[in-house]
């Protein structure tokens, strides 16, 4: 039996979560995967956790004293925040050990920098429930799936505005209602900003594409709308028309390179990811010899994501026991380029105020025709105080020609309010 040193950094949800695995399932890990993994150094910035998990006698505040320990073969970190976070990682994988994260939001902003470290150092660094919490993503991506060109990468993959749409669908709460109750439930946070304006999608799409795809995406390479500006019109018209709204993360592979963005999307009721609902997240992939499969599960919370954390650090506590060789990814084999959002095609859901007279609904269509973007379908919702909604779902047009048909029927006054715009998938 071999064994091998823990060191832990953050002690709060997820670390406790590692913790009370580690030493619940001990016995069974020495038994069939025949390593003995010993936590001996952990860090946080607060000792009371420590103390309730029986750690205190291993307990620092310092990083250091994880990060530098030559005790430590493999560390974890679950500090959050991505300066310091790097700092450790990096002074980890420079003295040869190697770094089970969750830190989606390093990842996607350093990742690739992280990895080439470890390679240089001779360590791993691993990152599963970076992505999905306990949905194993990236280790099919990178072993089952290695077989396949992957053609798209499309998911749910942040409960918390799954959650909040769902309660705006079938309650019919507004956006404020349905935050508010996320919040009082613990699914959003008291700054909700990186859920509702999807920059948590955007950071594990990021990393989803970069492996997906063999190329250096980053987090401030995605084009991110949030669920902010939806209505409860939208989601009944989304109803009637045969949809769900969601927030999706899409990466797909088009023949000029990656189309990589994170928006509020109608997904059609017979698409898989329609029926995801609650905090569930769920992570749809199209493979050339796989075809199409779709991982499913909780994608947050303690016991989900220490399950994903563990998971690395049993596989990167194997390769240090028996000394396996192991060549770390970089994953930019490809280097693709990412194509602009605008030179993209869609369909579209666009609904419009305007003013209840003759001549609006010619006007509209007018712009639209001279843009060469053809209509699906066209519904008039009843006037109120002289006010209408034109709702209409476009056939494939391209994003550039509806931004600009938008900005058209704005300048020209059309527009009484805000437009809604969302792009929708069969």
Known sequence: MKQIGVG???????????????????????????IDLRIVAVSSRRDAQARELGLLDVYSSDPSSVTLNPEVDVVVELMGGTDTAYQCISDALK?????????????????????????????????EASVGGGIPIIGPLRHTLASNRILSVMG?????????LGRMKDAGLDYDSALAEAQQLGYAEADPTADVEGYDAAAKIAILAMISFNTDVRLDQVATEGISGISVTDMHAAEEAGYVLKLLAIARREPAGIDIRVHPTMVAKTHPLASVNGVYNAIYIVGDAVGETMFYGRGAGEGPAASSVVGDLIE???????????????????????????DLESTFYLRLPVP??????????TIFAELGISIASMVQHAATDDQAELIFFTHKAPVGAVAEALKRLNDSGILTGTASCIRTIA
């Open 8 to 34: 832990i950094l953050g002690l709060g949800v997820v670390g406790s979560g590692v913790v009370r695995i580690l030493q619940g399932h001990h016995d069974d890990f020495l038994r069939d995967q025949e």
């Open 95 to 127: 003295a040869g050990k190697s770094v089970v994260t969750a830190n989606k939001a390093l990842i996607a902003t350093r990742g690739r920098e992280l990895m080439y470290l470890a390679a240089e150092h001779g360590g791993e660094l691993a990152f």
């Open 156 to 164: 749910i993959v942040n409960g918390t505005t799954n959650y909040m």
């Open 316 to 342: 990167l506590a194997r390769h240090k026991a028996y000394r396996e060789t192991i060549i770390q990814p970089v994953w930019d084999t490809e280097g693709l380029p990412l194509i602009s959002d605008g």
């Open 356 to 365: 209840d007279r003759p001549g609006t609904l010619a006007a509209s269509a």
